[in-house]
Every structure is written in structure tokens, then in C-alpha cells.
T-cell receptor, first 115, second 115 residues
Framework: KNQVEQSPQSLIILEGKNCTLQ??????????LRWYKQDTGRGPVSLTI?????NTKSNGRYTATLDADTKQSSLHITASQLSDSASYIC??????????????FGKGTKLSVKP | NAGVTQTPKFQVLKTGQSMTLQCAQD?????MYWYRQDPGMGLRLIYY???????DKGEVPNGYNVSRLNKREFSLRLESAAPSQTSVYFC??????????????FGPGTRLTVL
């Protein structure tokens, strides 16, 4: 079954520090991988989308990497801010979706940035 | 542009009651989706509409029905609510179904409690 696993489940860091979130997937055939940010009480918002040929993609202080060979991705947040406190969801798109649709969602990593 | 809007924001139902969750998008998107998000789980697809006039079951369709009223609007109906349907419901839309850069835009969610 297509699955997306994220680690850690939760993370607390101090404002200004960097952090890295991990995502492993077993989705096949793979189409693309995306990272979403979900603020508490809001819908997810897309941060990056990467195909298998893209190793890294940045969006401001957010940098996502993808290793399609090992089926791993990471999201690196630089110089964290209080507004980065949110859940970060890794989502993998399959070429053929089936009943899951073409997007398979991870459970998310809850990041808390403390002053 | 409002993007994706959902009504209501909050709802409390008693077991056996029915209700309809409304969703509208103003981005001229062809595809629309309904997801549910439960604690400790990734978003799960309930139903989707790849284009106006079509609807298909997702991963967890039991207990729900949908209507693609027109290109803008996609509603989700609970005919006889059960406590297991307590969840946060998200509507999303995308320009098309599938595709490498098929980005889904999410609404703010409806928090439903069934007593």
C-alpha cells in the first residue's frame, strides 16, 4: 500500500534555530512530492512541489530536498520564526491514485518555535 | 479572490441528524475534493470530482454523498450522522485531476462534532 511516514512527530526549537523534518515514502509509481504547512485551525498551504528529477527546491527560508532513489525527502527551515509554528505535511503524488486519490498524505510533524 | 470557501466553520450534530457542508471556489478550477482530517492521521480523501458532472469515491466514502452543483460548488452530505464522523472536513480544488504540478488549494475547514 502507498504510504508516507514522517519524523519526528513533534519538535520544539528556539526562535532563530534551524531544523530539519524527514519524510520517507513507499509510493509507486512516483509522480511528485510536496510539502504543505498547516497552521492551527487552517487548511494546508503548499510550500514546494518537486518531481523525481529535482533534488532541491527553496521557498524563502524553507528548503526541501528529494532523493528519489532512497525515497526520502527533508524540509529544512532556516532561522526559525515564531510564525513557523505549525504542522508540516509531506504529500506524495502517485501516477495512478486509486481510492486514495493521487495524493498520499503523511501524518505531519508538529513544530513549535519558542521565544 | 477568496480562493476556496467552506460553510459552516463549526457544527454540532446529534447522532442521526443530517447536514450538508458547502464548498465553493472562485479559481475556475475543474477538480474538487473532500477530505477529512482526524487526530494522528493524515488527510483522507472522501470523494472527489475530477470535472463538472463527475464524482468518484475516495478512500473513505461510507456515510457520505456529494453533489457537484456546478463548476464552482461541491457539497458533502451526511445523511445520518454518526459519532465516527466527528472530524475536520476540508474542501480543496485544483486546476485539473492528476498532472505533475497539480496543486491543490484547501479551504479553511469545517469542524464537525457528532454527539
Amino acid at each position: 500500500k502507498n504510504q508516507v511516514e514522517q519524523s519526528p512527530q513533534s519538535l520544539i526549537i528556539l526562535e532563530g534555530k534551524n531544523c530539519t523534518l524527514q519524510c520517507n515514502y513507499t509510493v509507486s509509481p512516483f509522480s511528485n512530492l510536496r510539502w504543505y504547512k498547516q497552521d492551527t485551525g487552517r487548511g494546508p498551504v503548499s510550500l514546494t512541489i518537486m518531481t523525481f528529477s529535482e533534488n532541491t527546491k527553496s521557498n524563502g527560508r524553507y528548503t526541501a530536498t528529494l532523493d528519489a532513489d532512497t525515497k526520502q525527502s527533508s524540509l529544512h527551515i532556516t532561522a526559525s520564526q515564531l510564525s513557523d509554528s505549525a504542522s508540516y505535511i509531506c504529500v506524495v503524488s502517485a501516477v495512478y491514485g486509486g481510492s486514495q486519490g493521487n495524493l498520499i498524505f503523511g501524518k505531519g510533524t508538529k513544530l513549535s518555535v519558542k521565544p | 479572490n477568496a480562493g476556496v470557501t467552506q460553510t459552516p466553520k463549526f457544527q454540532v450534530l446529534k447522532t442521526g441528524q443530517s447536514m450538508t457542508l458547502q464548498c465553493a471556489q472562485d479559481m475556475n478550477h475543474n477538480s474538487m475534493y473532500w477530505y477529512r482530517q482526524d487526530p494522528g492521521m493524515g488527510l483522507r480523501l472522501i470523494y472527489y470530482s475530477a470535472s463538472e458532472g463527475t464524482t468518484d469515491k475516495g478512500e473513505v466514502p461510507n456515510g457520505y454523498n456529494v453533489s457537484r452543483l456546478n463548476k464552482r460548488e461541491f457539497s458533502l452530505r451526511l445523511e445520518s450522522a454518526a459519532p465516527s464522523q466527528t472530524s475536520v472536513y476540508f474542501c480543496a480544488s485544483s486546476e485539473a485531476w492528476g498532472g505533475v504540478y497539480n496543486e491543490q488549494f484547501f479551504g479553511p475547514g469545517t469542524r464537525l462534532t457528532v454527539l
